[in-house]
């Protein structure tokens, strides 16, 4: 089997794992259709934040089932917690999900995507929550791919950034008790 063939599992991160992720991270949003903005201090924080986006809920690892690589990363937070910033009541919240530039095209950011509404799901939420910016077409794609529909009412402008708009999604959940 070629190393591109290799499976795919996803996991929870461990903590010896936190700086790894982190980096997966920054290079991730700095390979995608916003890296030429500058990173703000606190955009910075949360990108570096593995432990306490973990804490918040869950810090999911996509790894190469033969290297134990670190192909991607999603986080899935429960709302009010601090790096929430969407999800009300008893949804759940997609945020930083991104792949290594290398692993792109390996499927990577589905497995990502349904482990996440999965973890959503085990948790009791009503729905998954996400946001991303009006340019990133390929992670729009994955999410309408994996049911996730635009909720524009909740949408807002970025205007003057770079970032221009940023576009909300919404995978509503059957109840866990029904």
Do not use: C
């Amino acid at each position: 089997m070629s190393e591109e063939q290799t499976p795919v599992i996803v996991r929870s991160a461990t903590a010896d794992e936190f700086d790894a992720v982190a980096d997966l991270v920054d290079a991730g949003f700095t390979a995608g259709p916003y890296g030429h903005l500058p990173v703000t201090a606190a955009r910075r924080a949360l990108q570096r934040d593995s432990a306490g986006r973990a804490a918040s809920g869950a810090l999911l690892v996509a790894v190469d089932a033969s290297t134990g690589a670190l192909l991607g990363t999603s986080s899935l937070l429960r709302s009010g917690t601090p790096a929430s910033r969407l999800a009300v009541g008893d949804e759940a919240e997609l945020r930083l999900l991104t792949v290594a530039p290398e692993a792109r095209g390996r499927g990577v950011g589905e497995l990502l995507v349904t482990a996440t509404v999965d973890e959503a799901r085990r948790w009791g939420a009503s729905s998954v929550v996400l946001d991303t910016g009006d340019l990133n077409h390929s992670a729009q794609r994955l999410y309408e791919r994996a049911g996730f529909r635009r909720v524009p009412e909740r949408e807002k402008s970025y205007e003057g950034t770079g970032i221009g708009w940023s576009l909300v999604f919404e995978f509503a959940l059957e109840s866990a008790t029904g």
